[in-house]
């Protein structure tokens, strides 16, 4: 099992930036594929970018694609999520996960989990 600690939220304003970080630790962190999710208040938790254990390959959701980049430090057992250009429909808590067991994009796939760090974008 790894164990996952998201931080970097936070209030901003339209058209700003925030990097989200998630560390690891427990089972080696470089054997997994990491990704973000994202749920806001009254829906479903969705995909929001994933990289493999070698950060070799990305994918985006196609709402953050253009403005948000993933990657990972192996070496700190970290990956990032740099946002720029945020909008207030990115409003949500934003969760780190690893290791899927089988597609990248669904959250039931995933077997482990952070808390959840909040981000807020104001109009």
């Known amino acids: 099992q790894v164990q996952l600690v998201e931080s970097g939220g936070g209030l901003v304003q339209a058209g700003g930036s925030l990097r989200l970080s998630c560390a690891a630790s427990?089972?080696?962190?470089?054997?997994?594929?990491m990704a973000w999710f994202r749920q806001a208040p009254g829906k479903e938790r969705e995909f929001v970018s994933c990289?493999?254990?070698?950060?070799?390959?990305?994918d985006y959701a196609a709402f953050v694609k253009g403005r948000f980049t993933i990657s990972r430090d192996n070496a700190k057992n970290t990956v990032y999520l740099q946002m720029h250009s945020l909008k207030p429909e990115d409003t949500a808590v934003y969760y780190c996960?690893?290791?899927?067991?089988?597609?990248?994009?669904?959250?039931?796939?995933?077997?482990?989990w952070g808390q959840g760090t909040q981000v807020t974008v104001s109009s």
């Open positions: 427990g089972r080696a962190f470089s054997s997994n594929v």
């Open positions: 996960a690893a290791d899927t067991s089988g597609s990248y994009y669904q959250d039931s796939q995933y077997h482990d």
């Open positions: 990289i493999t254990r070698s950060g070799s390959w990305t």
